[in-house]
Nanobody, 127 residues
Framework: QLQLVESGGDLVQPGGSLRLSCVGS????????IGWFRQGPGKGREAVSI????????NYANSVRGRFTISRDNAKNTVYLQMNNLEPEDTAVYYC????????????????????WGQGTQVTVSS
């Protein structure tokens, strides 16, 4: 059974940091592009950061570039999202999602392109 499980969400003060993890099982993890998406209160789901199956290719939403870093450890079937200098606007449910593919460029930010989704982890940035 294919599964993606997120963890690491929490309540943090503005300027703080969190590291989210996404663990995959039941599929060849190193053949999958993995993306982090988020959905804030009253907002649509948006891409935050995407990483290629090898880890060689990454991209970021303009709103998080320079503050967030995506990485993966295929030996552990895990993708990480290191989030620094968090802002209240980062408050959202964060989801990881996967799509089969070995491309390192042209990584899609379209949620509809992703086949498998985790249940989400809540990140709240507030003083």
């Amino acid at each position: 059974q294919l599964q993606l499980v997120e963890s690491g969400g929490d309540l943090v003060q503005p300027g703080g940091s969190l590291r989210l993890s996404c663990v995959g099982s039941g599929f060849p993890f190193d053949n999958y592009v993995i993306g982090w998406f988020r959905q804030g209160p009253g907002k649509g789901r948006e891409a935050v950061s995407i990483i290629s199956s090898s880890g060689a290719g990454t991209n970021y939403a303009n709103s998080v570039r320079g503050r967030f870093t995506i990485s993966r450890d295929n030996a552990k079937n895990t993708v990480y999202l290191q989030m620094n200098n968090l802002e209240p606007e980062d408050t959202a449910v964060y989801y990881c999602a996967g799509k089969e593919g070995r491309e390192d460029y042209g990584l899609s930010h379209n949620p509809n392109a992703y086949t498998y989704w985790g249940q989400g982890t809540q990140v709240t940035v507030s003083s």
